[in-house]
C-alpha cells in the first residue's frame, strides 16, 4: 500500500518568513495530493490540493508543488501569519482508490 | 464552519453505556467516512459508505457498528467501549469514494470513555 512521509513534525517561523513542508510517497499510482489544516479543537479543513497532471498550483499565499519523478510534493506558505499556526497534514490518493493516505503532521508555529 | 456538521461535539460514557454518534452533510456528496483521530496522529480510516452502501470497513472492532439511513446522514453506533477508544471521531463526505474527490471534514466528536 501507499507510503506517506512528512517532514518536518515541527516548524516555527517568525511572522513574515516563509513555511515549507515537504511530503513523499512510495505509490507511482497516486495522483490525487490535498493538504489539510487542522486547528485545535477543529477538523481537518482542506486548503489546497494537486493532480498529477499539473506541476504547481497557488491560491493567494499558499502554494503546492509536485515532483512526480522525485514522488515528492511540498506546501509553501508565504508571508505567514499568527492564524497560519496550526496542524498541517499532506495526504496521497489514486482515482480507482478510496482512501486517503496521510503523512504524519507538522505542527507550524508562527511567531509574532 | 464547515458544511459536514457533528453532534455531539463532546460526550463522556461509561464502558458499559451505548450511545451514538451523527454526522449530516447537504452537499448532495454520495460518499461519507468515519475516521478516528488520536492526539498529534493523523486521521486513520474506519468506515466509508458509498450510495449508502457500506463499501470498507478497516477491522473496526465490532463494539463500532457504523449506519447511514440516508445520503445526507452517517451515524456511528456505540457499545461496550474500552478506555483506548477514546479519541477525537471525525465525519467526512466526498461527491463519491473515489480516490482524487476531496473530502470535506466535520469538526468531530471527542468522545472520553471512563
Known amino acids: 500500500g501507499e507510503n506517506v512521509e512528512q517532514h518536518p513534525s515541527t516548524l516555527s517561523v517568525q511572522e513574515g518568513d516563509s513555511a515549507v513542508i515537504k511530503c513523499t510517497y512510495s505509490?507511482?499510482?497516486?495522483?490525487?495530493f490535498p493538504w489539510y489544516k487542522q486547528e485545535l479543537g477543529k477538523g481537518p479543513q482542506l486548503i489546497i490540493d494537486?493532480?498529477?497532471?499539473?506541476g504547481e498550483k497557488k491560491d493567494q499565499r499558499i502554494a503546492v508543488t509536485l515532483n512526480k519523478t522525485a514522488k515528492h510534493f511540498s506546501l509553501h506558505i508565504t508571508e505567514t501569519q499568527p492564524e497560519d499556526s496550526a496542524v498541517y497534514f499532506c495526504a496521497a490518493s489514486y482515482t480507482t482508490g478510496n482512501q486517503f493516505y496521510f503523512g504524519t503532521g507538522t505542527s507550524l508555529t508562527v511567531i509574532p | 464552519d464547515t458544511e459536514v456538521t457533528q453532534t455531539p461535539k463532546h460526550l463522556v460514557m461509561g464502558m458499559t453505556n451505548k450511545k451514538s454518534l451523527k454526522c449530516e452533510q447537504h452537499m448532495g456528496h454520495r460518499a461519507m467516512y468515519w475516521y478516528k483521530q488520536k492526539a498529534k496522529k493523523p486521521p486513520e480510516l474506519m468506515f466509508v459508505?458509498?450510495?449508502?452502501?457500506?463499501?470498507i470497513n478497516e477491522s473496526v472492532p465490532s463494539r463500532f457498528s457504523p449506519e447511514c439511513p440516508n445520503s445526507s446522514l452517517l451515524n456511528l453506533h456505540l457499545h461496550a467501549l474500552q478506555p483506548e477508544d477514546s479519541a477525537l471521531y471525525l465525519c467526512a463526505s466526498s461527491q463519491v469514494s473515489r480516490g482524487h474527490q476531496p473530502q470535506h471534514f466535520g469538526d468531530g466528536t471527542r468522545l472520553s470513555i471512563l
Open positions: 494537486i493532480r498529477s497532471n499539473v
Open positions: 459508505y458509498s450510495y449508502e452502501k457500506l463499501s
Open positions: 505509490d507511482s499510482a497516486s495522483n490525487y
